[in-house]
């Protein structure tokens, strides 16, 4: 069965500092796809990178980057230079290519609070 | 511009009550999610549809219920019988039904027990 975890559930972090948010996958299936989305205090969670297993690329997006390391199940999310706009739950998610429905998994998510 | 729209944004059930959340979209998506949200907790699935008139339970079915008569929305019933309701509900669309797509997510329905 495919699991997600999120060991760290509440970062507290000044502005500018930069922050990693660690995530570990366990799935059976050798096609998956893993993403990470974001939630602010509004709601609705907001999608921000998608990866497939195929490819270990690590990818930077602005002050986003991410590192996906097959090797350790890792796929780990970092911010850089901080600030309070990013304050949020972040959650990884993982879904198998051969499951039903699209189904995703979820982490329980880390809740990122940078302070000013 | 195009999305998914929940509603109520909050709602109150008393006991012993069906209470439906609505969900609709304008993207044109073949398939709709709803999960439920607890306090500190990820998402886990209740009902998927990936074509209009088919639904499946996902991993936490019980008490709740779903319709596809529409492509464009999937109310979720939250049933008298689904003992601890109080959550927050979201619903998700992708254009089909590969794995690999992202969600795209409502603004979510916060359901209390009166």
């Known amino acids: 069965a495919q699991k997600v975890t999120q060991a760290q559930t509440e970062i507290s972090v000044v502005e500018k500092e930069d922050v990693t948010l660690d995530c570990v996958y366990e799935?059976?299936?050798?096609?998956?796809?893993l993403f990470w989305y974001k939630q602010p205090p509004s709601g609705e969670l907001v999608f921000l990178i998608r990866?497939?297993?195929?490819?270990?690329q690590n990818e930077i997006s602005g002050r986003y980057s991410w590192n996906f390391q097959k090797s350790t199940s890792s796929f780990n999310f970092t911010i850089t230079a901080s600030q309070v706009v990013d304050s949020a739950v972040y959650f990884c998610?993982?879904?198998?290519?051969?499951?039903?429905?699209?189904?995703?998994?979820f982490g329980g998510g880390t809740r990122v609070l940078v302070k000013p | 511009d195009g999305g998914i729209t929940q509603s109520p944004k909050y709602l109150f059930r008393k006991e012993g009550q069906n209470v439906t959340l609505s969900c609709e979209q304008n993207?044109?998506?073949?398939?709709m999610y709803w999960y439920r949200q607890d306090p500190g907790q990820g998402l886990r699935l209740i009902y998927y549809?990936?074509?209009?008139?088919?639904?499946q339970k996902g991993d936490i079915a019980e008490g709740y219920s779903v319709s596809r008569e529409k492509k464009e929305s999937f109310p979720l019933t939250v049933t008298s019988a689904q003992k601890n309701p109080t959550a927050f509900y979201l619903c998700?669309?992708?254009?089909?039904?590969?794995?690999?797509?992202?969600?795209?997510f409502g603004d979510g329905t916060r359901l209390s027990i009166l």
């Open positions: 998700a669309s992708t254009p089909g039904k590969g794995a690999r797509q992202p969600q795209h």
């Open positions: 799935t059976r299936d050798t096609t998956y796809y």
């Open positions: 990866r497939n297993s195929f490819d270990e």
């Open positions: 998610a993982l879904s198998e290519a051969g499951a039903a429905g699209n189904k995703l998994t």
């Open positions: 993207l044109n998506h073949d398939a």
């Open positions: 549809s990936q074509i209009v008139n088919d639904f």
